[in-house]
């Protein structure tokens, strides 16, 4: 109970926004509550008017009012059920468009320049996934509880007209179903809601295993094993969706014995309250009979408060997003752009990634880092693009501090690595992203520059192909030609290379390689490798291990003295 | 509106006869329960005390609480069906995806394989669970209480009768316009939600161009055309569930009117005319339920399509064609002119090869030159088109044998690694491997640092959402698995260390070269240095063997297309 209420007191994502669009909630709820008392009241008048008929009185105008109200009721009804859907999904459509510039803003705060693939990857499409839901939240949860409310009040104040006496009884019995029930549903759902998305979760874990291993399985014979394992948890989680949903029916056959029960009740009050008067009689059916359009209300109620227990993680998940804040620096200039790491350390919990290094790459130096995975290339470059703060030391560019930099940092650092996305855009546009600034023949020069002239010219469209969603009619050299078009434009004095040709096969990474380190010249560069291919373009190599440097050298130097380097040149020089 | 595939289900004729005797059952409780409502209401309209009317009080209740229990009972009934059919359809499933291997998940992509094994089947059950119910209920229900209405006033059934199929024109009609119109937008769906997909993905390099904080704007502005499209959509879209309400609501409207005009001639009694209104709405409701789940429903039928298609795909005939218990130092394999095509280009052309005892045969070329086929030509995961294959003088129709597949082990690009625990990973082929013999291959794998730097060594759980393990490792996982398994005398690489750093590279190479010994090996890649380890190389060239012969003798010779290739792959 607590946790609920501490999520609700913590929300930012749903709260405020409710707060901030009143008026569209205000409507939905209205409307969907009108919805209602249009169908309750259609029964109440046909109850009324054929009860009346049927004392036959002399007029036809007599029951002329209830016929109308009658036909009135009967237009209402899908009339209101109509708009209410509109609105409420555009409110719901509206809420989306903000939460999704929310999502996007708060992830860009905290996405990093080196690698944040994961961060986008997955959590994103659970974001996204968690946004979804939200709507269903509101469209399944909130509108029906809100109206169901109204009427709550409404047909209470309905029958206090008449006795209050009789409007207690139904308060109570209204209250049971309306509230306690749903309550004790939400709590009772829950524990089960927590077992089935782990369970489901685990499914599509091991439906994965099954599918991308299905290679071992076949291999190592153990096709059996595959299938006896995969059903325990298939059969787990449906034994748990199976309860909950027999939790659900049987609740509602529960919700339904109530609601006999206030038949009953209601029959029986009539029955005496209109009993003396010959004009009263005809109200019997007419309350009894409005019940039953009432009751898809509650269990719509009930069933949407069950359900709250699911969106639980997705507020959760949405509330820890950092909320994005707007830091304004002025933008700072700097002379000779010399990167110097002095005695820096990371640690990544109690483990040391970076340990008391020291790097100085002066301007227009190329310089080429190599190690295991695992030794902290990675991590290094992270922070020099100051992604990260080191534990102690410091990170410069220009004698000024990366983290200083940080607002307008693609101004000095290009960073061209293995993921460089391309949007699904003209070719034109994509190469602008560089530079916005650049005008047609400035982007077109780059282009050259990065050797796919040829290819441009051999496409019906020329600059203007679309280059659909992440470039995927290029070759993966042609994308990274691109990219490496883009930097050019983006004219940073440094670029850091982070693995940029891993994937791609050794004919075309050396020519990739080749045209980088071509029309780089003049900037400084900074080269994660994972092979010697093309070292001899760097000024200075350092092998990276454990967190500080085990050798370094220029090539030239590294080649005569170090076997280790000799080593590993054999391998890659066996071509 | 039902499909005809379900009938072909197991034991689906006696679980639909139940279903049936319930739901008419269920039929008849609604027509007691508004004939014993009318009756205790027209007994107090006429004045008459409660006590008279107790008993048609209780019956009304009576028929309320089993109409009430028959849903759940129902509900509860098809559920238990729904699970046992699902569950059959798993079993199904997997065992195809076994009997076709790899291959099914190259041809479905494994994101579809994955989804028709978890949502999809889901999906099915749903299908079941709801759609049986539904039907069924729209197929009895109304007939009875029509005929009921029938039996009281001829005139209202007849009424009830007709509007029916007007209700459902409308209903279908419209549903086609929105239809047509959904069909119209779907584009413009498509581009705007790619684009947002597109600025997400895009966010890393977005933010390396610093341009991150300039498209939130985008984003906002998609999601808004996004909305106006959804909103024109479905203001087409939800007018004809309007249609379906507007007909349904009317027409109780209009019932309630005649039955007043009946009344006030004095051509009806009160009691008639009141079970016919409690009825009118009862008439309706299966219907409206009907369509309510009716997209639900259409989900349900696709992934069925999708689940049958996959159970019926055929298997791979002849896989015992083979005898053979452990390759030895004199067992043959020869492959003879072998051409395989893919999408109609030739990908190998008249492959020969001979392989004897504990050769190791590379395999290279540059990327697309047919290495890979090759390896899983002999892997048996592909079928040539045409050529001969023996092995030990045996003819067989493809590799995919059973006896073959027990023989080898094949190391990939990129291993799999199950979400389990590391010792689970590594005991994959060799389930009862002592624990010594567990330790000796994490050593000789080169694991054990690792196992040192995980919290938990051994039993730590490694693999998607649990530790990720590093490419190198997984290479090495794999190494493991193959060093508990000595049964398997054959070994086939493909690229294992391609996308390593060179490090790593150097390190598994010392951990790897030992194995090789006593195995026939198959080696493709386009790591030249690999040939020190190698007695035999073929050189493939555009789907075909340029060269043959020792690597010793072919690297001496300066013209040999081995030492062309090296060129080439040197980049000069």
């Known amino acids: 109970m607590n946790k609920v209420r501490q999520l609700l007191r913590r929300d930012s994502w749903v709260v405020p926004f409710l707060k901030s669009q009143k008026s569209g909630l205000f409507w939905s709820i209205v409307l969907s509550f009108l919805t209602i008392l249009a169908a309750g009241s259609l029964m109440f008048v046909s109850g009324y008017l054929i009860s009346r008929a049927a004392q036959r009185p002399e007029n036809v105008l007599m029951i002329y009012v209830p ?160 299938i006896a394992y995969q059903g325990q948890v298939m059969a787990d989680l449906a034994n748990t969706k199976r309860t909950s949903m027999k939790f659900g029916w049987w609740r509602d056959f529960w919700i339904q014995i109530l609601v006999l029960i206030l038949v009953v009740s209601t029959t029986i009050w009539a029955g005496t309250q209109f009993a003396e008067s010959r004009m009263a009689v005809n109200f019997i059916a007419a309350f009894v009979l409005a019940i039953f359009p009432l009751v898809d209300s509650f269990l719509g109620v009930n069933q949407g408060v069950s359900e709250a227990s699911f969106y639980e993680d997705s507020m959760t998940r949405l509330n820890e997003l950092p909320v994005p804040e707007a830091e304004v620096t002025t933008p700072k200039t700097i002379k000779t752009p010399t990167i110097v790491l002095n005695n820096v350390t ?72 293995q993921q460089s996305y391309l949007f699904d855009t003209t070719i034109l546009n994509n190469v602008r992203m560089g530079n916005i ?7 077109k020069a780059a282009i050259t520059q990065a050797g796919l002239q040829p290819l441009i010219d051999s496409l019906p469209e020329k600059y203007h192909t679309k280059m659909q969603e992440a470039g995927a009619r290029f070759s993966g050299g042609e994308q990274q030609r691109f990219a490496l078009a883009r930097i050019l434009l983006q004219n940073a004095p440094i670029v850091i290379l982070d693995e940029p040709t891993v994937g791609l096969d050794p004919k075309t990474e050396h020519q990739v390689l080749r045209q980088i380190f071509k029309v780089l010249q003049n900037r400084t560069i900074i080269w994660v490798t994972h092979h010697l291919t093309g070292i001899d373009e760097v000024n200075h190599a350092y092998f990276l291990s454990e967190g500080h440097f085990i050798l370094s050298d220029t090539p030239e130097k590294l080649r005569t003295t170090s076997t280790h380097f000799q080593k590993l040149l054999a391998m890659d020089d066996f071509h | 509106m039902i499909d005809k595939r379900l009938f072909k289900l197991k034991g689906i004729i006696g679980t639909l006869m139940v279903l049936v005797f319930m739901t008419g059952i269920q039929g008849l409780t609604i027509i007691a329960q508004s004939v014993f409502m009318s009756r205790a209401i027209v007994d107090l309209w006429r004045g008459q005390s409660i006590e008279i009317t107790l008993s048609n009080i209780v019956w009304f209740g009576l028929a309320f609480i089993v109409r009430q229990l028959l849903v759940v009972f129902k509900n509860q009934y098809m559920a238990g069906y729904a699970d046992k059919a699902v569950e059959n359809y798993r079993v199904q499933l997997l065992e195809k995806y076994t009997a076709l291997g790899s ?283 045409d050529g001969q294959i023996m092995i030990n003088h045996q003819k067989l129709p493809h590799l995919a044998q059973a006896d073959w597949q027990k023989q080898f082990f094949y190391m990939p690009q990129q291993p799999y690694i199950f979400h389990n625990t590391l010792r689970e990973n590594i005991k994959f082929y060799a389930q009862n491997a002592s624990e010594n013999e567990v330790m000796d291959a994490i050593k000789n794998a080169g694991l054990s640092a690792l196992v040192d730097e995980l919290p938990d060594g051994l039993d730590s759980m490694i693999g998607e959402s649990g530790r990720q393990v590093s490419g190198g490792q997984a290479q090495r996982i794999t190494l493991a698995r193959m060093l508990l398994d000595n049964q398997r005398k054959i070994l086939l690489f493909d690229e294992p260390t391609a996308h390593l750093d060179i490090e790593t590279e150097y390190d598994l190479k010392q951990a790897m070269a030992p194995i090789l010994a006593s195995h026939l090996v198959f080696f493709a890649t386009h790591r030249l240095h690999w040939l020190d380890q190698m007695d035999y190389v073929l050189v493939l060239r555009q789907g075909e063997v340029v060269e043959q012969g020792e690597p010793r003798l072919l690297l001496a010779d300066v013209n040999s297309q081995l030492n062309r290739l090296r060129y080439e792959l040197g980049g000069k």
């Open chain 1, 67 to 226: 016929i109308v109200l009658t036909r009135g009721f009967g237009i209402a009804r899908p009339v209101f059920r109509y708009a209410q859907r509109l609105v409420s999904h555009n409110w719901v459509l509206r809420f989306v468009s903000k939460s999704r510039r929310r999502l996007y803003e708060s992830v860009a705060s905290t996405a990093s320049n080196i690698r944040s693939r994961l961060q986008t990857g997955e959590v994103l499409s659970l974001l996204a996934d968690d946004l979804d839901r939200l709507q269903n939240l509101y469209l399944r949860t909130l509108f029906p509880l809100g109206a169901g409310m109204i009427l709550y009040l409404f047909v209470s104040v309905g029958i206090g007209v008449v006795n209050w006496l009789f409007m207690l009884w139904w308060m109570m019995m209204l209250s049971v179903i309306m509230i306690v029930v749903p309550i004790v549903s939400f709590f009772a759902n829950r524990t089960r809601v927590k077992k089935q998305k782990q369970l489901q979760s685990q499914l599509y874990t091991e439906a994965t295993d099954a599918v991308l291993g299905l290679q071992d399985w076949v291999l190592s014979g153990r096709q059996q094993d595959l």
């Open chain 1, 346 to 417: 990371f640690k990544y919990g109690d483990k040391v990634i970076i340990s008391q290094l020291d790097l100085v790459v002066k301007a227009g130096e190329k310089v080429a880092i190599l190690g295991r995975s695992g030794s902290g290339k990675t991590t290094l470059l992270k922070l020099i693009a100051g992604d990260i703060v080191p534990e102690s030391g410091h990170v410069t560019i220009g004698n000024e501090s990366v983290q200083s930099l940080k607002q307008n940092l693609s101004k000095f650092i290009a960073v061209l690595d």
């Open chain 1, 437 to 443: 600034g650049a005008t047609d023949d400035q982007v």
């Open chain 2, 103 to 385: 291959t099914v998940v190259a041809k479905q992509g494994t994101g579809n394989a994955v989804t028709t094994l978890g949502a999809g089947l889901d999906n099915v059950k749903n299908y079941f669970q709801l759609l049986l119910i539904k039907v069924f209920d729209l197929s009895i229900i109304p007939w009875l209480v029509l005929a009921y209405i029938f039996y009281i006033k001829w005139e209202q059934g007849l009424f009830l009768l007709l509007i029916f199929p007007v209700v459902i024109i409308f209903f279908i009609i419209l549903g086609l316009a929105a239809q047509s119109k959904a069909d119209a937008e779907f584009a413009n769906f498509k581009n705007l939600n790619n684009r947002f997909v597109d600025a997400l993905r895009g966010l890393p390099t977005l933010k390396q161009l610093g341009l991150a904080e300039t498209y939130s704007d985008e984003i906002y502005q998609i999601s808004e055309d996004y909305r106006k499209t959804t909103m024109r959509t479905l203001k087409i879209a939800m007018t004809s569930t309007f249609a379906l309400d507007f007909f349904t609501t009317l027409s109780i409207a209009v019932v309630a009117v005649f039955l007043g005009f009946d009344l006030l001639n004095g051509h009806m009694m009160l009691l008639p005319a009141l079970t016919i209104l409690i009825l009118a709405p009862e008439y309706f409701l299966p219907l409206r339920n009907f369509s309510d789940d009716y997209h639900a429903t259409l989900n349900g039928k696709n992934a069925l399509t999708d689940v049958l298609a996959m159970i019926e795909e055929p298997n791979v005939s002849n896989q015992a064609v083979l005898q053979l218990t452990t390759w030895q130092s004199d067992s043959q394999l020869i492959l003879n002119n072998i051409n395989f095509s893919y999408d109609q280009q030739p990908v190998l052309k008249n492959i020969t090869v001979q392989a004897k005892g504990y050769q190791k045969i590379a395999l290279v070329g540059e990327s697309g030159s047919g290495k890979s086929t090759l390896l899983n030509i002999i892997g048996g995961f592909l079928t040539a088109d």
